[in-house]
């Protein structure tokens, strides 16, 4: 098991469960029943496999027969999986099972309408590092199950030079070769830029991707087309479907959406316990 999955899950584990399940280990004594994962509305499944691993620490006895695994399409009323044993371990560990697939399938649905969107391009969907704070991992894994791609998991994965770092007063060419001097050569060097004029500076440099990061439609075309040095683009953008299209037909490389994370409704998924 992952160490940051296993860490995870001994942390909610011991959040939900506490010094135990006052109702369920006084209620209940050895019954033994069938639940099932089902989903009431359509989208893409993730986060059962750490489902899977979350019961392993609650009681090696459960036996999970999943259906529909992580990735998996399902539309309203299929089972993602079928979970068999004791009545009081599946109980002990419904409510995490429920927060993790349901937070994890409603990320992975929205990356999936995206990619949808502009599976007609070369472009692809790619997150960003607007996570919810302890569970990026996972969030991460969930843009994967929707068919995006993974791109800085933290400050020292990859060197963006933002609008931040240009109050030292120094010209893009100038951070970027500096960093290239001190850095692993094998470290990509990314520069955000929100004009026409900067972009063209962060073309001359040494960088290996450029973020246009908010620009006008218009203006990311000007880019688009003048991208003379074949750096990798990135466009930042907020949701728009005609935007997101434009954007990949224009020939951008990767699309990165703002707060999509944030913004994502949880998929609408069920433990249903047949005893």
Same mark, same amino acid.
């Given at each position: 098991?992952?160490?940051?999955?296993?860490s995870f899950?001994?942390?909610?584990?011991?959040?939900?469960?506490?010094?135990?399940?006052?109702?369920t280990?006084?209620?209940?004594?050895?019954?033994?029943?069938?639940?099932?994962?089902?989903a009431?509305?359509?989208?893409?499944?993730s986060?059962i496999?750490?489902?899977?691993?979350?019961?392993?620490?609650l009681?090696?006895? !459960?036996y999970?027969?999943?259906?529909?695994?992580?990735? @998996? *399409? $399902? /539309?309203n009323?299929?089972i993602?999986?079928i979970?068999?044993?004791?009545?009081?371990?599946i109980?002990?560990?419904?409510?995490?099972?429920?927060?993790?697939?349901?937070?994890?399938?409603?990320i992975?649905?929205?990356?999936?309408k995206?990619?949808?969107?502009?599976?007609?391009t070369?472009?692809?969907?790619?997150?960003?590092?607007?996570?919810?704070?302890?569970?990026?991992?996972?969030e991460?894994?969930a843009?994967i199950d929707?068919?995006?791609i993974?791109?800085?998991?933290?400050l020292?994965d990859?060197?963006?030079?933002t609008?931040?770092?240009s109050?030292s007063?120094?010209?893009?060419i100038?951070m970027?070769?500096q960093?290239k001097?001190?850095?692993?050569?094998n470290? !990509?060097?990314e520069v955000q830029?929100?004009s026409?004029? @900067? *972009? $063209? /500076?962060?073309?001359?440099?040494?960088c290996?991707m450029?973020?246009?990061?908010?620009?006008?439609?218009e203006?990311?075309?000007?880019?688009?087309?003048n991208n003379?040095q074949?750096?990798?683009?990135?466009?930042?953008?907020n949701?728009?479907?005609?935007?997101?299209?434009?954007?990949?037909?224009w020939?951008?490389?990767?699309i990165?959406?703002?707060?999509?994370?944030?913004?994502?409704n949880g998929?609408?998924?069920e433990?249903k316990?047949?005893?």
């Amino acid at each position: 098991m992952n160490n940051k999955i296993q860490s995870f899950l001994e942390r909610v584990i011991g959040e939900d469960l506490g010094q135990g399940d006052i109702t369920t280990d006084h209620v209940l004594e050895s019954e033994m029943c069938e639940a099932i994962i089902i989903a009431h509305e359509t989208g893409v499944v993730s986060g059962i496999d750490i489902v899977q691993q979350l019961y392993d620490m609650l009681d090696q006895s !459960i036996y999970i027969k999943v259906l529909n695994p992580d990735g @998996s *399409f $399902v /539309e309203n009323g299929d089972i993602i999986a079928i979970l068999s044993g004791s009545l009081k371990s599946i109980l002990h560990g419904k409510t995490i099972a429920l927060n993790i697939l349901r937070h994890m399938g409603g990320i992975a649905s929205v990356v999936s309408k995206y990619v949808q969107l502009i599976e007609h391009t070369d472009a692809k969907i790619l997150d960003t590092r607007q996570t919810t704070p302890g569970i990026r991992h996972l969030e991460r894994q969930a843009v994967i199950d929707g068919g995006g791609i993974n791109h800085a998991v933290n400050l020292h994965d990859i060197a963006v030079i933002t609008q931040d770092h240009s109050v030292s007063n120094r010209t893009i060419i100038d951070m970027v070769n500096q960093i290239k001097n001190q850095i692993d050569h094998n470290v !990509i060097i990314e520069v955000q830029v929100t004009s026409i004029a @900067s *972009f $063209v /500076e962060a073309q001359q440099s040494a960088c290996d991707m450029i973020m246009l990061y908010h620009m006008t439609l218009e203006d990311m075309k000007v880019c688009i087309e003048n991208n003379t040095q074949n750096k990798v683009l990135e466009a930042r953008i907020n949701y728009d479907k005609d935007t997101l299209i434009t954007l990949g037909e224009w020939g951008v490389h990767f699309i990165s959406i703002d707060q999509f994370i944030a913004s994502s409704n949880g998929l609408d998924i069920e433990i249903k316990i047949n005893t």
